[in-house]
């Protein structure tokens, strides 16, 4: 039996940071994680100015923007496009990109240098329950089973969240969710310092689809080029990810002198708060696992890092977790991932995006909407911010909160 503090299920940005969290405040934490490190995860690879400005809190980001920075989003497709730099605001104006074999691996390394210890193939298979609480976890370390006794547990097991499942979490996928590949090209353009989006996605028949292909350059002689789309249970994408990536590929190898599509992967990404259960009395899902990702891009590094800490913060006060937790969760993300989950959600018409993607692009109209586009699409607002954007993003996710009061968004049935 080991007895420990915290227990954190899943080493992922989310997991390491809140192991980090957790081990400064003065806590025994046990880091466990079904891979070895360092080891690949499906992703983009951004770092927006606000998962940078995590970053910093945890002392990293001067490691992780050493070698590469980007100023902002290119964003093209239906005949025009606009080039919106990263705004002046609470997060800075940093980006960056870095692989996750190499993103993970620091962070973990960080959170064990810090006091964590790293269970490495470990996978959390069982729990014993003492009430509503965790009890006791079945841990499979190097195929040994072996028992844990926990203060508190933190699951960030990422979007599949296999240990959130036997807790009672449930994915709603009536609501938007993302299917997306990924893959990493040589290009000599490695060190462009703007991440590029076409937001005119076609498959090989020429149709547009409801989503978008990036280009993140990565500063190493490689960038991460990938196509997404969004889908619903009533509404799915009818697209092969991975064909649809060959092909955005084949568009751009010519302008980037790509060379040929490797580790391609692909993913399912839950988004926007649409899962239930995510707390008991003594245990919360974070990043991932909650579904804490933005509907409209995919990303959700940042909001992984910021729920890390959220999540050590209530374990100061010691209070049952169950509702304690979605209720803060909607509080700080709730409104906004209602809005984007109904933008999200229109995209998935398929004569929405052919209808308003020139009008966004072209002209002056495009100049003026696309950088705001481009802020709300980099998570960049804060509740502090008072400008027309900011407080016509309020006062829209205020209303599409009213109107859609019975959207699950961390709901709980305890």
Same mark, same amino acid.
């Given at each position: 039996m080991s007895v420990v503090d915290v227990l954190v299920v899943g080493a992922g940005p989310a997991g390491a940071a809140a192991a980090i969290h957790a081990a400064d405040t003065g806590l025994e934490v046990l880091l466990v994680d079904a891979a070895t490190f360092p080891r690949d995860k499906t992703c983009g690879d951004g770092l927006t100015p606000r998962a940078i400005h995590s970053l910093a809190r945890l002392g990293l980001a001067d490691e992780v923007t050493r070698d590469y920075r980007n %100023?902002? &989003? %290119? &964003?093209? $497709?239906? $005949? $025009?496009?606009?080039t919106a730099p990263w705004p002046e605001g609470h997060y800075g104006t940093v980006g960056s990109a870095m692989p996750r074999t190499e993103f993970d691996h620091l962070v973990v390394r960080a959170a064990v240098a810090r006091g964590a210890t790293l269970w490495e193939d470990a996978t959390a298979t069982a729990v014993t329950r003492e009430g509503r609480s965790i009890g006791e976890v079945t841990v499979r370390h190097g195929g040994v089973d072996k028992q844990v006794r926990a203060r508190?547990?933190?699951? *960030?097991?990422?979007?599949?969240?296999?240990?959130g499942k036997l807790l009672g979490r449930e994915w709603h996928r009536g609501e938007v969710y993302g299917i997306a590949a990924r893959s990493y090209c040589t290009s000599p353009m490695s060190t462009e310092p703007w991440i590029h989006s076409d937001v005119e996605l076609l498959d090989d028949t020429g149709t547009v689809q409801p989503g978008y292909g990036w280009i993140f350059p990565l500063g190493d002689g490689r960038v991460n080029l990938g196509a997404g789309a969004l889908s619903t249970d009533a509404r799915p994408a009818k697209v092969n990810t991975k064909k649809l990536l060959a092909h955005y590929a084949a568009r751009k190898r010519q302008e980037w002198q790509l060379g040929p599509e490797q580790d391609v992967a692909s993913a399912l990404l839950p988004m926007g708060g649409a899962v239930s259960n995510v707390a008991g009395p003594n245990w919360m899902l974070i990043g991932d696992a909650a579904a804490l990702v933005n509907p409209l891009n995919g990303e959700g590094i940042d909001y992984g890092l910021e729920s890390a800490e959220? *999540?050590?913060g209530l374990l100061q006060e010691g209070r049952d977790l169950t509702l304690v937790w979605p209720?803060?969760?909607?509080?700080?993300? $709730?409104?906004a991932f209602l809005l984007a989950r109904t933008a999200a959600r &229109? &995209?998935?018409?398929?004569?929405f995006l052919p209808l308003v993607g020139p009008l966004g692009l072209r002209g002056p109209v495009g100049a003026v909407i696309m950088p705001a586009a481009a802020r709300l699409m980099g998570n960049l607002i804060t509740d502090e911010d008072r400008d027309l954007i900011a407080r016509a993003w309020r006062l829209s996710g205020a209303a599409v909160s009213r109107a859609r009061r019975d959207t699950p968004l961390w709901s709980t049935t305890a």
């Open positions: %100023k902002g &989003l %290119k &964003l093209r $497709g239906f $005949g $025009g496009s606009v508190w547990i933190l699951v *960030a097991d990422g979007v599949r969240s296999t240990f959220m *999540a050590v209720h803060l969760l909607r509080e700080t993300y $709730g409104e &229109l &995209l998935t018409y398929p004569t």
